[in-house]
């Protein structure tokens, strides 16, 4: 018996307007228990800081608990792992970042564990961070100019921390390196707080560090800020310039940033109500406050506007990442 045309058309028919009312209970009953967001580093560093505060609201606007899960450890990648490897209810989201979909594909080419296009699906930005020149404030040095020469003369001497290999502050440092003409050696932690105590306490000298994470210790007078990395300068740090002010670094520019992401198959309907939960969040002048107190810049998207940024981002990593050398493996 041969199906026609008009059989199959009556059939997807009744499928759309069987799939509609599914949908669109998906959308009236999700979420039904607690949601777990997972960060990909220790509590402390700037993406635990953000999506604690995110979590806070995105509680109230959900009604229902967020528990912010902290799975640290290669730069991100075994969180990102193990959230693609999860059930795609919207019950287990991802905090996305310039490492994990940006940086990480281009230097854990054999390792990376998961799919940064095809292993997700986007649901909103969350903000974008500034990274902070940050030294020991015994380092003699005031000025981006001045590390530059103490670094020349003193090659491979000084130690700069990051929060992992791979991560955008050992890629800041790399980029600062390779622009100055230096020979500076990188210190890997596991996370950014570690990172920056280092500096602290002397065990190195300077770091790229989260403007977020670093604030509080700059304000305190632990940390001394030399310069920021983004192109324009920090409304938090007016009297800090860019790096890229100094004149052999015009094209300097780091801009780090988060994002919320689900396993890829999560229901639509699903991910329309996280994404118009995120955007009212967002949009509570108290959270804002809080993510600019922090540094942080607070900015939502549509998930198809993420889609693309994410595309852009892991084409850019991979020349920098190329250009600088950085190899993992």
Not at 161 to 185: D, K, L, R, T
């Amino acid at each position: 018996m041969k199906t026609t045309s008009l059989t199959l058309a009556v059939a997807g028919l009744a499928w759309a307007c069987a799939a509609a009312p599914v949908q669109a209970q998906t959308q009236a009953s999700y979420p039904s228990q607690p949601i777990r967001i997972v960060v990909g580093y220790a509590a402390g560093g700037t993406t635990d800081i953000l999506a604690r505060a995110l979590g806070e609201q995105l509680s109230k606007e959900l009604k229902q608990p967020i528990i912010i899960e902290n799975k640290a450890g290669a730069a991100g990648n075994i969180a990102a792992a193990s959230v693609q490897q999860s059930a795609p209810d919207g019950y287990t989201l991802f905090m996305a970042t310039v490492s994990s979909h940006g940086i990480n594909p281009a230097v854990y080419r054999k390792s990376l564990g998961y799919d940064p296009v095809g292993g997700f699906t986007p649901v909103s930005m969350i903000a974008s961070i500034p990274l902070v020149l940050v030294t020991n404030p015994k380092l003699p040095v005031a000025s981006v100019t001045d590390l530059v020469e103490l670094a020349r003369g003193k090659p491979g001497d000084l130690n700069y921390s990051s929060s992992g290999n791979g991560s955008p502050v050992h890629v800041a440092g790399a980029m600062f390196a390779s622009e100055a003409h230096v020979q500076i050696q990188h210190v890997p932690y596991r996370g950014g707080a570690l990172a920056n105590s280092s500096v602290m306490s002397g065990e190195t000298q300077f770091s790229f560090a989260t403007l977020p994470a670093a604030l509080p210790q700059v304000k305190a007078g632990s940390l001394r800020a030399l310069a920021v990395t983004t192109r324009e300068r920090s409304n938090e740090l007016p009297d800090v310039p860019t790096i890229a002010e100094t004149a052999q670094f015009k094209g300097y520019e780091i801009n780090t940033w988060n994002a919320l992401m689900a396993p890829k198959g999560t229901p639509d309907a699903v991910i329309n109500v996280l994404n118009q939960a995120v955007a009212r969040a967002l949009a509570v002048p108290a959270l804002q406050t809080r993510f600019k107190g922090e540094g942080a810049t607070p900015g939502a998207s549509s998930p198809a506007e993420l889609g693309k940024f994410v595309d852009a981002e892991l084409l850019r990593w991979a020349a920098v990442i190329k250009e600088v050398n950085i190899q993992i493996e």
